[in-house]
């Protein structure tokens, strides 16, 4: 059976994808971008939740816009609504009663209205300054009743349109970064590797000359797992692990205490500067199928900080 309903529904969604008119959803884009006040959108129902879905996202995307509840807005709340704002209305039929009510409402403030149907034939259709249909072929409810195909292409259709408002408007990943300030998303594109970088005295630093016995303490007092090899200007000339020290006994079991850290040491190790993101960092420390738990940071040919993926994940940024 669930087999039957997931081949039905892409059916359904491939039919929306394969009739909707590209050329009319660049003209409401268009129309969008030319918008001097802010898009207001409502819908009753399930497409009062996806007009809600729909402000939400285009406000965190750098689009004014903001969801209008109907019966609100016939309550008083149509009092924000002014001339130079577009008004989108989200309906399955084109026949919600709420709405239709309150378009003379909005022809008197004055503000442009676009309809998002799924009935070419419907009122609101030919109520609006601009409709566009979205294609449906049937609910994948049994009784084709229950929105469930509606629903999804309304929430398709509702990213395509911010992702290209977005697009157009050359919205960057810092002003993503200035929306969203909490939470995961917040902190991969904000959160730098220098917010939670170890520094200074925090590092552990040695020589190249430094022998295994020499670096024992610092190695599990500092504990970061590792050792930082750095010249006399703090140039990075390789890293030291917990994994290393138990490689080199194993190796070296009757003489491992007396080994250089140049002898030992593993030369040009991955870093980052303390600019990027650390969600970077995460990205560097897993590439190429070389997983590594702690990295330099390198500012103007000198090591200036040390991060650890405990601390990564103690920042939120992963589990």
Not at 169 to 178: G, H, I, P, T
Not at 237 to 254: K, N, P, Q, W, Y
Not at 285 to 310: A, T
Request: glycine content about 6%.
């Amino acid at each position: 059976m669930i087999g039957n309903l997931l081949k039905e529904q892409k059916e359904n969604i491939d039919y929306f994808f394969s009739h909707v008119s590209q050329e009319q959803i660049e003209i409401v884009v268009q129309k969008l971008l030319s918008c001097k006040g802010s898009l207001i959108i409502t819908g009753i129902g399930k497409s009062g939740i996806i007009a809600n879905k729909l402000a939400m996202t285009l406000l965190s995307t750098g689009t004014k816009a903001f969801y209008l509840p109907c019966t609100d807005a016939l309550h008083g709340d149509i009092g924000i609504v002014t001339k130079e704002d577009i008004c989108i209305l989200l309906s399955k039929s084109g026949e919600t009663k709420e709405l239709i009510r309150l378009v003379p409402y909005i022809r008197k403030k004055g503000a442009s209205l676009i309809s998002i149907v799924c009935n070419e034939k419907s009122q609101l259709v030919r109520l609006a300054d601009f409709y566009l249909v979205l294609p449906m072929k049937k609910e994948l409810c049994p009784f084709n009743l229950a929105p469930t195909t509606s629903s999804t292409i309304q929430m398709i259709f509702s990213d395509i349109l911010c992702v290209a408002l977005m697009k157009q408007k050359n919205f960057s990943l810092e002003e993503y970064a200035s929306n969203h300030p909490a939470g995961s998303i917040g902190k991969k594109i904000s959160l730098s590797v220098e917010d939670i970088m170890l520094k200074e005295d925090n590092i552990p630093f040695c020589s190249k000359e430094d022998r295994v016995i020499d670096i024992l303490h610092e190695l599990s007092h500092k504990k970061c797992g590792c050792m930082v090899i750095v010249d006399h200007h703090k140039k990075l000339l390789g890293i030291f692990t917990d994994g290393d020290l138990r490689r080199t006994i194993g190796a070296h079991s009757d003489k491992f205490l007396e080994k250089k850290m140049e002898e030992l040491m593993t030369q040009n190790p991955k870093c980052i500067t303390p600019d990027q993101l650390a969600w970077d960092a995460v990205k560097q420390m897993q590439e190429d199928g070389k997983l590594v738990s702690v990295m330099p940071v390198v500012k103007n040919n000198q090591v200036v900080g040390l991060i650890r993926m405990h601390d990564i994940v103690q920042a939120g940024l992963t589990e």
